[in-house]
């Protein structure tokens, strides 16, 4: 076994091999496949025994999605399930009872249930503690009233994660606790939110009396602060670079100028080259920072990972359009649809453009990023605060 | 180069006022965004209103022709206004730019433009710059014009159309009715200057100037130069929106604009817009003066405002945070707006790279 | 008169062609003719009658100065005298005594006693309000004690304009004096401050007991701040822009470009057009800053026009070191020198380079002038602070 | 391209810990600024102590000739840690440059150059980008070489010279020693890589390659690969330096360090310069695993690098304010020392223009 121990790529190859040898993707219905293969350990690689996982390096999740890939094993649609995959599922496994992982983490990991994340509100976007969402107690039960905002898939999604506030006459930080919430409930009501774009990707969600079982709350009444939190940093440590070589926005434009003689001129050249050079250095940065991961050396460069990606997909689409030139002054379509995924390269360098400029706002603004390295990175003082001990009922808003 | 009135007139300041009370009666932002969905009720009245009523469309026609006499200074601040407001109206296509070739060419036309009964248009692409290569169609010796003109501002407003023809060596420029053309509206990126494609097959033209290049050229030089006070207004927008809206949004317990950082950003717009405001100016005084140094003045002025009208829109939307990616609040159309008007009649890097042989700053070795 | 009320600059011309008939440079003694000119009210043409001025409007002084220079009359040298013909002359109109106007402002005018500032300390640079020197009454003089820093002209300067604290048990901005320092007292300790480029354009001033007649105080005692507030507005706007296309910095990066053209590289070229361009508009920028100015109204463009002046040079500046490349790499002279003036253009660019580093910091760093900006002319909220209205004596250092 | 690590080893924090040691205690703030000044006298008992004593003269050198048999990356860590002290070492243009080219040749004169006995420098200006053009000194049937080669590094320590001549129909290398050259120190912008002009008049040559262009212009490549590294250590000293003053020093009755702008920045610069270590580490491993994308990867790493050092001592000076301006204050070494190392074997500019021929992004048409 000592071998095992100290080649965990070899014991995954195993448990795969020995997998597939007794479940043919070529002949097994897709969702009694996925099923199967979450019960099997071989669902997320870093998760325990008994909740997909075989508790082995997470930085082997790429080798084993590859292997099934490679056997024409079908996936678990993972883009349809962003919010659930990424942060849901590590949030779950880390708070939840064992009653919670049981019934939640393997039909969110098949795809079976969507899920949707309900942070942040109108009055609390970059202040995230300041939500408003009240849940009042009742019984067994709470009862949820308040409006979130900026909310993908809630239009596809079973279930949410929740922050809401349960006690309003202790600091902000403290009256808040994390739910999970059946969608399903009646008084959810979900309504697109149009964006610069045209389309409406996100949406506003109105919860009136909505009921949520105590069974459902995620962490301690009054925790949600720091259940929210660990949700969070997995949102950024998600934001990865990629592994290729002119992967991303940087590869459409780098096309363009290939694939365009005629619309060059040397200082879009200069531009170009000096945004490559950016995105060359910021994909060697993520893979840095997977080299530490791997080695559970996770710092706070998610952040400066994170800031980095925002400013490049803004430059680079804003200079794809100088490019352009004309073509830039045309767009394909104001039309509001409700998209399933983001999708950059599917899209003109119009909407590319437009749409980049989230990028810099949703998942944590850039100006909080900063905050935060200069805070937890650097230890500069804090800004000065006023709002961090006093009730949050006495704060103004 | 230093005697030109960089600061506004009263007169100008007038023209001003007058003006944002009516855009600011007629032009409301959900009439503007309402143009993105192909609701375009807004367009025809207030264009009546700003043409005709205000007389706006003969600003730059002198009296004796119908006209209101003033200069591209008025021009310009009347073009402050409208980037400011978003405004969707033909005013830079019409009013300057066909107006400037009726004006040269001394067209009968020019009176009913200039009153606002008619409007005019150049067929050409919005994205041509002064000094670039021009785009025409073909004529054959009955005057007859046949070719695809693309992303032409101002055509779906027109109801005549002056397009470029070439003739044996030169180019000449013709009057079609919209009636004769093929005129189809395409899905802009700016909407509050929706581009349409005319297509002319063997449409009847009546001569408007045999030897045309020149005049296109140098009212194309002119709307660049004004389309920088548009940039400006675009900006200053930007700037108040977001000051504003920033000193009422509160985080952290605290007014956002409190916070240090996005103050200091916020300066160094407020220092950009300064410096755009001098550079539209001394381009639209140029203008008027008929100064030789217009080239030199209107690139510098276009490639200056256009960079800095992106950031100021860019900037106004990441400091609004969520609230300014959202369709139902306006600043998404200045963003549009401003990177559309970039793009327009010269990107900055096509005047920059223009400017180094006005100025001397070129790649090539002297004398090569 | 109607007529010279509607045409000050004729008025102008008359005075100065009257007093030009009386005194003629070609044989007139230089000190003798710069003293008749004050006394004719030809020095600076807005002071009052009687302080060497007309009270005509501000935006004819450049047509006085040519005037005069169109006849060879000689200058007053002002670039030997800039702290004390820019700062200390208008806050001495302001602000000072019938006796200090007659006794100071005609010798600082023609050049016989040059005048430097003692305000910024080790720890009061942005903070000016934090001045630890201290001048103490003592019959009818103060007693002075403390350190200086960033002096230019100390070792030629026969007065100062200085700030020093009466009053430690006040808030700080509150027990602050303003005084004219007698250079010549043996109290006055002037050392060079060597920096970057190697020379020592600067001075530390260590005064040691000091001794100042309380006529030499400039306004009311505790009033400091608020006439080194007016000497500080008056240094802004007196960074004025240059009146000629590609005067300045950019000329010589623009010759650099032109002359060598083995030099040439796209990247460079994108960045000297970007830059020239932005020199450009600088420059019309101040044009229309000095027409505001002209026509009364004056702002706090000012601080803007710093702010670019600063960030120009500098850009400016490291672009010619890349365009030189390997001229680039040498430099002239690492001697320690004392030089009477500022002279960007008389130096090598590696010199330029490191010399416009104190651009954004000398006379109010960036940032200062961006909080400015943000806080009197944006109307923005202003830093919390916790110095304001304690006694300065009680405040951490 | 994914393979290779770009984390430090164990093996080089250890150099770097024993390195940085030696540093603190002989290569003092002081000392280097008074190189400045004439006084070289830290410069020949560091060196010995860098290079024979702890060894690194041979860092590249394999441990059958008399190395220590360490690669590319370990090179990059002491390079790190020389930028970090601002330390004027021969290191780079010796223990690397000279080095490979010896190492190429297998030249009788290695061992003694990696053992820190003798020390070598290849006579070609610092400012030489690895793909251009390389200066080259004439020379006769009898080996003798005459010309002038500028701005040489590491000229001024070194007693043999490694000279780039031409030959009928390619450069050749030939050892010179410096007692046969006159070698004349230049003031530089950073006098701790001090430079020197090399005059030679009929100086007796020995051939040390006769085809050597591939190998200088594969040592130039290296060394600037490496350079990147002097650059993160550079950029590392102005960050944490400029944090550590900022906590301490107070205005306005609070730590400067805890205003949000100069916070904001300073995230900036940290994101900058973890981005900088990722482009560094890549170019070094690429480097020691003779890796086919190493040419992108030292045009990237030099032109990301370069630029980052320069930044971060601009800010460091900024932040600090008039005391970052002082001669007595160190952070004036690491301004001179980022802007000499920018403008060093190719500036940023020339590499991404490299760097257009290596990805195909150039100007030119296919096919032209």
Redesign the interface.
């Known amino acids: 076994m000592a071998l095992a121990q100290n080649d965990p790529a070899g014991e995954l190859r195993r448990h795969v091999a020995a997998f597939l040898a007794t479940h043919d993707p070529a002949t097994m219905e897709r969702l009694s496949f996925l099923r199967a293969r979450y019960d099997a350990g071989l669902a997320w690689v870093a998760f325990p025994s008994g909740h997909g996982g075989l508790g082995l390096p997470g930085a082997l999740q790429p080798d084993l999605d590859r292997l099934f890939a490679e056997a024409g094993a079908p996936d678990n649609n993972p883009r349809a399930n962003i919010i659930g995959l990424g942060m849901a599922a590590p949030t779950i496994l880390a708070f939840g009872t064992a009653e919670q992982k049981e019934r939640y983490l393997r039909p969110l990991w098949t795809g079976e249930e969507i899920w949707c994340q309900l942070f942040?509100e109108?009055g609390a976007?970059?202040?995230l503690a300041?939500v408003a969402t009240r849940a009042v107690r009742d019984g067994d039960e709470w009862v949820v009233n308040g409006q979130k905002?900026?909310t993908s898939s809630a239009h596809t999604a079973r279930f949410a994660i929740l922050v809401a506030r349960t006690d309003p006459d202790l600091p902000k930080h403290a009256g808040l606790t994390y739910f999970l919430c059946d969608m399903a409930d009646p008084g959810v009501d979900v309504r697109p939110?149009?964006?610069?774009t045209?389309e409406a990707e996100f949406n506003e969600v109105f919860l009136t009396d909505v009921r949520i079982p105590d069974a459902q709350r995620l962490g301690p009444e009054g925790g949600g602060w720091k259940v929210a939190n660990a949700t969070l940093n997995n949102e950024r440590v998600a934001i990865g670079a990629a592994a290729v070589r002119e992967s991303g926005i940087v590869g459409l434009v780098a096309s363009t100028w290939r694939e365009h003689p005629e619309l060059r001129?040397?200082?879009?050249h200069a531009r170009l080259l000096k945004l490559w050079v950016e995105a060359e250095v910021a994909r060697l940065t993520g893979q840095r920072l997977r080299q530490k991961l791997a080695l559970g050396q996770p710092g706070p460069e998610g952040s400066a990972m994170k800031l980095t990606f925002a400013r490049l997909s803004?430059q680079l689409t804003?200079l794809e359009?100088?490019l352009?030139?004309?073509e830039?002054?045309?767009?394909?379509?104001?039309t509001m649809v409700q998209p399933e995924t983001v999708d950059f390269a599917g899209h003109d360098a119009?909407y590319r453009?437009?749409r980049a400029?989230?990028n810099?706002?949703?998942g944590g603004?850039?100006?909080i990023l900063?905050n935060i390295i200069a805070e937890r990175v650097l230890g500069l003082p804090a800004?000065p605060?006023?709002?961090k001990h006093r009730p949050w009922r006495e704060?103004?808003? | 180069?230093?005697a030109l009135?960089?600061?506004y007139t009263d007169i100008e300041d007038d023209l001003r006022a007058t003006l944002r009370d009516l855009l600011a009666d007629l032009c409301t932002p959900a009439a503007v965004s309402a143009v993105?969905?192909g609701d375009r009720s807004l367009v025809a009245p207030l264009w009546k209103a700003v043409a005709a009523d205000l007389g706006l469309a003969g600003l730059l026609v002198p009296e004796a022709l119908g006209g209101a006499g003033a200069s591209a200074r008025e021009a310009a601040v009347v073009l402050e206004e409208l980037g400011r407001a978003s405004a969707p109206v033909p005013f830079l296509t019409s009013a300057v730019v066909a107006t400037m070739l009726l004006l040269n060419a001394g067209d009968d036309l020019l009176p009913a433009v200039a009153s606002g009964e008619r409007t005019a248009a150049l067929a050409i692409?919005?994205?041509t710059a002064p000094h670039a290569l021009l785009a025409a169609v073909a004529t054959d010796s009955q005057q007859r014009l046949t070719g695809v003109v693309?992303?032409v501002a101002g055509a779906a407003e027109a109801d005549t159309l002056l397009v470029p023809a070439s003739t044996a060596d030169r180019i000449a420029l013709y009057a079609v009715p919209v009636a004769s053309a093929s005129v189809a509206p395409?899905?802009?990126?700016?909407?509050t200057r929706q581009?349409a494609d005319v297509t002319l097959d063997y449409a009847q033209g009546r001569l408007v100037l045999a030897d045309a290049e020149p005049a296109i050229r140098a009212a194309l030089r002119a709307a660049a130069a004004l389309l920088a006070s548009e940039q400006l207004g675009v900006s200053r927008w930007c700037l108040e929106t977001t000051?504003a809206y920033?000193?009422e949004r509160?985080?952290?317990?605290?007014?956002v604009?409190?916070?240090?950082?996005?103050?200091?950003r916020?300066?160094?717009l407020?220092?950009g817009i300064?410096?755009?405001?001098?550079?539209a100016?001394?381009a639209a005084a140029a203008l008027a003066a008929g100064d030789l140094d217009l080239p030199?003045a209107a690139s510098?002025a276009k490639?200056?405002c256009g960079d800095l009208a992106?950031l100021a829109a860019?900037e106004a939307?990441?400091l609004h945070?969520?609230?300014?990616?959202?369709?139902?609040y306006p600043a998404?159309l200045y963003?549009?707006r401003a990177?559309?008007d970039?793009?327009?009649l010269g990107?900055?890097?096509?005047h920059?790279?223009q400017?180094?042989e006005l100025?001397?700053?070129t790649?090539?070795?002297?004398g090569a």
């Open positions: 942040s109108p976007g970059s202040d300041n905002v900026w939110l149009r964006q610069i045209g001129n040397t200082e879009l803004q804003g359009l100088e352009l030139g004309e830039g002054l045309r767009y394909s379509d104001w119009g453009y437009l400029k989230g810099s706002i949703e603004t850039s100006e900063r800004e605060r006023v709002d704060l103004a808003r | 180069m230093t009135n960089l600061l993105y969905d692409p919005l994205s693309t992303s395409v899905v802009s990126l700016d909407m581009l000051v920033l000193k509160r985080q952290f317990g605290r007014p604009g409190g916070f240090q950082a996005l103050k200091h916020l300066a160094d407020y220092t300064e410096s755009a405001a001098a550079a100016r001394y030199v510098v490639a200056f992106v860019e939307i990441q945070g969520g609230i300014g990616m959202t369709w139902e998404h963003l549009k990177k559309a970039q793009l327009a990107t900055p890097a096509e920059r790279a400017l180094a100025v001397d700053l790649m090539r070795a002297p």
